[in-house]
């Protein structure tokens, strides 16, 4: 079983440090009336004797190159981070038997075939592999994953990256509720940023001006 994309999707990897590495394509439902970019980051960690892929997106079967290198090191575990990244959940359940995370409540067109065990941020709650979920704010059922192991903290749609550069997305409630939330992850030791749109992989001072800067609106 492959993803819902067709043949001659380009796809590039890219190793962010030990351990980790990121695979990035065109999400299928872009628009030009989106206010995302049409590439969207996939996240592979190894962490505590786990593989595990976070929010991924099935290539086509004909790219090889992506297909070998989960092959070589097959998912263990699946963690989607927010209801809308459903994505191909369960391509990579069915085909590699991996245990699948998610969200307690998903929308009820992109409800997922597989059982997925329920994601929560806090109370001592963390996933195979050590992953630790984390509570931004937002009120959008996502949960940021913070890999200790690899030093490492990975957003679905919390924060974005459109121009290069690291920002909040906005939501109605940021200084209430959303910056507070942030700036507690900032006594995790993390060295790397993974998020899913726009330029992916950021560090530490990229993340802490991102908090000082205006959220950004896709305007």
């Known amino acids: 079983m492959t993803g819902r994309y067709g043949p001659g999707v380009a796809v590039e990897l890219r190793d962010v440090s030990p351990g980790v590495w990121i695979w990035r394509l065109r999400h299928r439902d872009w628009t030009p009336e989106a206010e995302w970019s049409p590439r969207v980051a996939c996240t592979c960690v190894e962490s505590g004797g786990e593989v595990v892929l976070l929010d991924p997106i099935a290539p086509p079967e004909d790219d090889t190159a992506f297909w070998a290198r989960i092959d070589a090191r097959p998912p263990t575990v699946v963690a989607i981070l927010k209801p809308d990244h459903v994505r191909d959940v369960d391509v990579f ?106 330029e992916p992989v950021h560090d530490r001072a990229a993340y802490e001006r991102a908090l000082t800067l205006p959220p950004w609106s896709g305007a």
């Open 93 to 198: 359940v069915e085909r590699y038997g991996a245990r699948a995370h998610g969200p307690r409540l998903f929308f009820r067109q992109d409800i997922p075939r597989a059982e997925l065990e329920p994601i929560f941020a806090g109370y001592g709650f963390a996933l195979p592999g050590g992953l630790v979920p984390q509570y931004d704010g937002r009120s959008r059922e996502e949960t940021p994953m913070w890999v200790p192991e690899r030093r490492t903290l990975v957003f679905a749609d919390g924060m974005t990256a459109p121009d290069g550069e690291l920002r909040v997305w906005a939501t109605p409630w940021h200084e209430q509720a959303v910056l507070p939330a942030l700036r507690a992850l900032l006594d995790l030791p993390f060295q790397h940023v993974i998020v899913s749109h726009g």
